[in-house]
């Protein structure tokens, strides 16, 4: 028996763990009572419990000892003691696994669970379904078929439920149990019905009519189980998430049907499922959010936070569904449980009106200190939202912020108000100085490195840009003399990025880096020299390529293909443009303050994807000499619906001078294997095929893939965008649908494909420039080339900004792609590498009156991505 101590006891350590300094060998030692007459059934359970705790502490029995203490322990089955039967069937489910040969009680188990004893009989089906395989399993068939349908609602469900585990080993036996599950599934047990259907429902999964029946059979005969009810309410929304199915659809109007459920459980996950549905309007969760707002006002404390909790997610995308409910959160907004009143006021601050802001943001102060971090996070991810919503009230929320940034608080809550400061920063450009002001206080006491690093590197980056960029070298320069290694590295590659950019300020960046040269660290050391052997140049060109935007490849790329070039020597100098690009900012991966030395890096760096298909496209004999990979397109292409009998996909791959296009193919017929498999290809443009590479086999239901290598223009180097028509060709061979066997010599066959499209984007690489103005200097006008467009179909500025960003497949730079109200003219900067490893930089003027005209302006190391860009926009 367990001694129940009270809070005093525990306290005092009169609850102490019984079994803390217990020995396994002591414990086994100890198992041989098991084998005395009489059993002592009180001091065999405690035993059993002994053995129970080394097993779910991660303790090691070896095969032989499990063996030898289940052999023992089987003994005790003389023993008609309830509880030492019960600690007996959890033993043999923790030790099946381990010992060998427990097979060997199953007669013991059957005859327990068909007995009269109704209390064994349920743990008894649990553990011998626990210790039968597959091969077992139809010699207990007749028992467990009996058991799912006994009148006794604890043995009905035990059979059940370790029906639902047997079926991920075998199927197809316990497939044969519908019948059964059927009639327990109209069980008046509320359990027994639940376990019922679903068990059912994981028989039918993979086929969706099946399930389309059983959830209109029971939802028109009725349910009398609510958890059966939020089972199939589960099922019936992820039907209609699949079937991608209209809202008339008679699964969202029992969904909805649930909502008038007389238990609160079904009501809320019927509300709950339609709020989780994609696509719904606010008409559609109107009846939901009405629920929700009726347990906004439950004297049950869980009833409240489930209604604000999923009101909040309503709000984040259909704010004014939930303006209806403001009365009733604002009442929250008092409750005595705080989780419940943070949750109400960030629903409010999502759905409230530019006016309630400053009232808001009191009520909120007066219970911040109150509430955990988590829930700190949740208030300050809101007041982020309301930041893009309601920009004119940026100085009320900073300050509000930066209140929170000078309270104490761990890293996580944190990070989010940086984060959200951060944010305020680049959508406002008013609240730059005010924003870089609060965070240069926040890194004079922060203890976190990482954040202190991450406004460093904003601080390099926004500062210059500023009216007075001079009142910040002195927080900056605080953190080389106070701080440790890490944020005196990224103080370092701060005050470079000031000196590149201001002429007035240079002599004096330069006196300081010249005391860092000599600091103890490494890194800082190295930094300092490096910074100050380009600044001392004076020279844009080494400062855009060498301080403000520095590498855009990906660094795990170049730490291999710098692994790769030293196992291979070479008489050739390392060329960067063997290395992928980075298809994320700099700042992003790594930020830039951050020392190399300091970052910790994993020992083995995950392959990206591009990596992954270099390694593969490289294995094929076809593809050898075409060099390196420049870029993969982000998804695959579909060429077929998936629902044909052929599902094909393609994968782009774009080389220097060649495209490889990836045809990853599947046969959806059971009765057919397909060999030779390619897809031919008919350009409209000046491409070559020069050879395809068959998947040779594509049995059933199993992926295979085809190649086929193309040359780009020669003669027309323009002419970058082309149409294939494609067509598969194969040899079709009929089989038997169960052992996959070929039975004939087969025959050729065709099947016509979707048409291909090749556009600008796949010849460019999105690179991000963080100083655009510098990027354009280092570039060069030796192949600048400009022209003038009108998009007539287009009628305003962030349109047309829209379609230029997705036309060109280009980074947009200092977030030009956000386009300021009431403007008629806007710039628009993008970046991007042409492939070959060309920079191309586009500087966009747009106009608008009747429609807009864009001047387009392009840079490059050469001239033909310049003459593509061009001819691409005409």
């Known amino acids: 028996m367990l001694k ?17 300094h217990l020995e396994k060998s002591a414990v086994l030692q100890e198992a041989r009572v098991f084998n005395e007459t009489p059993i002592n059934p009180r001091k065999c359970a405690h035993i059993l419990t002994k053995i129970l705790y080394l097993i ?73 379904c626990q210790i039968t ?61 639940y376990h019922a259907l679903g068990l059912l429902y994981h028989v039918r999964r993979n086929d969706r009519l099946a399930v389309n029946k059983m959830i209109s059979k029971f939802t028109r005969h009725g349910l ?9 309410i589960r099922v019936a929304s992820k039907q209609l998430e699949e079937e991608d199915s209209s809202r008339d659809s008679p699964l969202f109007d029992f969904i909805e049907s649930c909502l008038r459920n007389k238990h609160e459980m079904v009501v809320y996950e019927a509300a709950s499922a339609i709020v989780n549905l994609p696509g719904c309007s606010a008409k559609e969760l109107a009846p939901a959010v009405s629920v929700l707002q009726l347990f906004c006002s439950s004297p049950k404390a869980a009833l409240r936070y489930a209604a604000v909790r999923t009101l909040n997610k309503v709000a984040m995308k259909h704010p004014s569904a939930v303006t209806a409910c403001n009365l009733d959160l604002e009442n929250l907004v008092t409750d005595s449980n705080r989780s419940i009143a943070t949750l109400a006021i960030t629903t409010l601050l999502k759905t409230g009106s530019e006016s309630s802001i400053d009232r808001l943001m009191k009520q909120i102060s007066s219970f911040m200190s109150e509430i955990s971090d988590e829930f700190k996070v949740v208030v300050v991810q809101a007041i982020s939202a309301l930041c893009q919503k309601y920009p004119r009230k940026h100085a009320v929320l900073m300050n509000f912020l930066f209140t929170m940034l000078r309270e104490e608080g761990g890293f996580e809550y944190k990070r989010a108000i940086v984060d959200c400061i951060i944010s305020i920063i680049e959508e406002n450009s008013e609240s730059k100085e005010t924003g870089l002001s609060h965070l240069c206080e926040f890194i004079e006491d922060c203890e976190f490195t990482v954040l202190a690093t991450r406004i460093l590197h904003l601080l390099g980056q926004e500062g210059p840009k500023t009216n007075n960029p001079s009142k910040y070298i002195r927080f900056i320069y605080n953190r080389v003399v106070l701080e440790h290694e890490e944020v005196r590295a990224g103080a370092v590659s701060a005050l470079a990025k000031f000196g590149a950019q201001n002429e007035e300020m240079l002599p004096s960046i330069l006196v300081l880096l010249k005391r860092c040269v000599m600091d103890d660290d490494n890194e800082v050391r190295d930094r300092a020299t490096f910074y100050l052997s380009v600044l001392e140049q004076k020279q844009k060109v080494l400062n855009a390529g060498y301080i403000l935007n520095g590498l855009t490849v990906s660094i795990p790329g170049l730490e291999r293909a710098l ?53 593969q496209l490289a294995a094929v004999p076809e593809f050898q000499g075409l060099g390196p990979l420049f870029k993969s397109s982000p998804e695959p292409v579909a060429l077929t619906e998936s629902e044909t009998e052929y599902v094909i996909r393609c994968t782009k791959h774009t080389f220097t001078d060649h495209m490889v296009f990836q045809f990853d193919c599947t046969n959806t017929l059971n009765d ?46 323009t002419a970058v965008a082309c149409t294939f028509s494609c067509m598969m060709k194969f040899t079709v061979k009929d089989c038997d649908p169960t052992t996959g066997e070929t039975d004939d010599e087969g025959y050729e066959d065709e099947y016509v494909l979707e048409d291909l ?89 747009l106009l608008l009156l009747d429609t807009v005209t864009m001047q387009v302006t392009a840079r490059s190391s050469e001239e033909l991505p310049v003459d593509i860009i061009l001819a691409s926009v005409g």
Not at 4 to 20: A, I, L, R, V
Not at 67 to 82: G, R
Not at 225 to 232: E, I, Q
């Open 563 to 615: 692994q790769q070039y030293t196992l291979e020597p070479s008489e050739k100098p390392f060329d960067l443009k063997s290395v992928p690009l980075a298809t994320a900012p700099m700042a992003e991966q790594r930020t830039e303050g951050t020392p190399i030395t300091a970052a910790k890096q994993p020992e083995k760096v995950a392959a990206t994807r591009q990596e992954i298909f270099q390694e």
């Open 56 to 128: 779910n502490q991660g303790e090691h029995l070896g095969t032989t000892e499990a063996t030898e203490a289940f052999f023992a322990m089987t003994k005790l089955f003389q023993s008609n003691d309830p509880t030492l039967r019960r600690m007996c069937y959890l033993t043999i489910k923790e030790m099946s696994s381990i010992a060998e040969d427990v097979i060997i009680v199953t007669s013991s188990l059957t005859k327990d669970m068909t007995g009269k004893e109704d209390n064994y009989r349920g743990p008894a089906v649990r553990a011998l």
């Open 224 to 232: 009398k189980s609510p958890f059966a009810y939020c089972m199939m």
């Open 133 to 193: 395989d597959s091969t077992m399993l139809q010699a207990i068939e007749r028992y467990m078929k009996q058991a799912i349908v006994d009148k006794v609602p604890s043995v009905s469900s035990s059979a059940l439920v370790s029906s639902l585990h047997l079926l991920k080993y075998s199927f197809d036996v316990v497939k044969r149990w519908v019948n059964e599950a059927q009639e327990a599934a109209s069980s008046d047990n509320i359990m027994v019905q």
């Open 672 to 717: 057919q294997t397909l060999e030779n498999v390619t897809v031919q290809m008919e350009p409209t443009e000046a491409y070559e095929v020069l050879c395809y590479v068959p998947a040779r086999s594509l049995p059933y239901n199993q992926p295979g893939t085809c190649y086929t290598l193309v040359a780009l223009p020669k003669e027309d180097l």
């Open 757 to 845: 499209e090749v556009t600008i984007t796949d010849h460019i690489q999105k690179v991000m420039k963080l100083t655009f103005e510098a990027a354009w200097d280092e570039v060069g006008d030796e192949f600048e080339k400009e022209e003038t467009f009108t998009l007539s179909t287009t009628k305003t500025l962030e349109e047309a900004v829209g379609n230029i960003v997705k036309f060109l497949g280009m980074h947009p730079c200092e977030r030009s792609d956000k386009v300021p109200d009431n403007k008629n003219t806007h710039t628009l900067l993008l970046a991007g590498v042409f492939r070959g490893g060309h920079d191309i930089l586009v500087r966009a003027r």
């Open 4 to 20: 129940k101590f009270d809070k005093k006891d525990e306290e005092s350590g009169g609850g102490s763990n019984p079994f803390q």
